[in-house]
Nanobody, 124 residues
């Protein structure tokens, strides 16, 4: 059974940091393109960061601007998102997702598997 379980969300002040983790079971992460998406209140789900098969390339949404880093530990089947310099506009539910599909990694419709999401709130 495939499961993606996110953790690490919470309330943080502007300028702070959080590390999100995605624990994967049911498949081997190294065989998939793994990404993080987010969905803020009243907004569409948007691409945050992704890592290609075999860690060849990483991709980031334009709004990230060097603040976030995606990483993958294939031995542990974990994918992480380190978020620094957080802003109130980063407030959203963050989702881990996986795909073996080809195409733009930013395409939300490319993904077969999703986690349940973890809430990130940036507020003073």
């Amino acid at each position: 059974q495939v499961q993606l379980v996110e953790s690490g969300g919470g309330l943080v002040q502007p300028g702070g940091s959080l590390r999100l983790n995605c624990a994967v079971s049911g498949f081997t992460t190294k065989d998939y393109r793994m990404s993080w998406f987010r969905q803020g209140p009243g907004k569409e789900r948007e691409f945050v960061a992704g890592v290609e098969w075999n860690d060849t390339y990483t991709h980031y949404g334009d709004f990230v601007k060097g603040r976030f880093t995606i990483s993958r530990d294939n031995a542990k089947n974990l994918v992480a998102l380190q978020m620094n310099s957080l802003k109130p506009e980063d407030t959203a539910v963050y989702y881990c997702a996986a795909t073996r599909g080809h195409g733009y990694i930013e395409n939300v419709f490319l993904y077969n598997y999703w986690g349940q999401g973890t809430q990130v709130t940036v507020s003073s």
